[in-house]
């Protein structure tokens, strides 16, 4: 019998279970995932998510790409980060695209800005769900790059690859 099919094979949300409050785990998994990984890293504070590293203030942009494969087709991602502000926060904005590889060449998929700052002085958690027009075939790679482009911090606290 074939193994069911995971809504989302791959979901991670600060906060959400023991497992994945495990720095750990977490930085573990991501780096592995990972076919290039820039200036990022993760920030156990009360809320853990990753954060662009310190060594980045001399303008190099933290940048992260993820490479996910599954047996199932592949039709949205949704990023969940913190929205904060402050003078830290001031501009603070991640490009994420989303791009497919079928071994042959890679497409792309989405592209879309997140704004890590708002007028409230709150710091919550947000999320982005990217419906892909052309979902991704089971057994094609997916990539996620993730890479700050305003500001100088953003956080990024969850991701789900979903069906």
């Given at each position: 019998a074939s193994?069911?099919?995971v809504k989302?094979?791959?979901s991670w949300?600060?906060?959400?279970s023991l497992q994945q409050n495990n720095v750990t785990w977490i930085k573990e998994y991501f780096e592995k995932q990972s076919s290039t990984w820039e200036g990022w890293e993760l920030s156990d504070d009360e809320k853990i998510g990753f954060v662009p590293s310190t060594q980045?203030?001399?303008?190099k942009k933290a940048r992260m790409i993820l490479d996910f494969t599954y047996s199932q087709k592949i039709q949205s991602i949704t990023i969940f980060f913190m929205k904060s502000y402050g003078e830290q926060w001031e501009n603070s904005e991640l490009s994420i695209r989303i791009l497919s590889d079928d071994g042959q060449?890679?497409?792309p998929l989405e592209e879309r800005n997140i704004l890590g700052t708002h007028s409230k002085k709150t710091s919550e958690m947000y999320t982005e769900e990217i419906i892909l027009?052309?979902?991704v075939d089971a057994g094609e790679?997916?990539?996620?790059?993730?890479?700050?482009?305003?500001?100088k911090t953003f956080k990024i606290m969850g991701l789900?690859?979903?069906s």
């Amino acid at each position: 019998a074939s193994a069911a099919t995971v809504k989302c094979p791959f979901s991670w949300v600060s906060g959400l279970s023991l497992q994945q409050n495990n720095v750990t785990w977490i930085k573990e998994y991501f780096e592995k995932q990972s076919s290039t990984w820039e200036g990022w890293e993760l920030s156990d504070d009360e809320k853990i998510g990753f954060v662009p590293s310190t060594q980045n203030a001399d303008g190099k942009k933290a940048r992260m790409i993820l490479d996910f494969t599954y047996s199932q087709k592949i039709q949205s991602i949704t990023i969940f980060f913190m929205k904060s502000y402050g003078e830290q926060w001031e501009n603070s904005e991640l490009s994420i695209r989303i791009l497919s590889d079928d071994g042959q060449k890679q497409r792309p998929l989405e592209e879309r800005n997140i704004l890590g700052t708002h007028s409230k002085k709150t710091s919550e958690m947000y999320t982005e769900e990217i419906i892909l027009a052309n979902p991704v075939d089971a057994g094609e790679k997916i990539q996620l790059e993730a890479t700050l482009v305003g500001g100088k911090t953003f956080k990024i606290m969850g991701l789900a690859v979903c069906s």
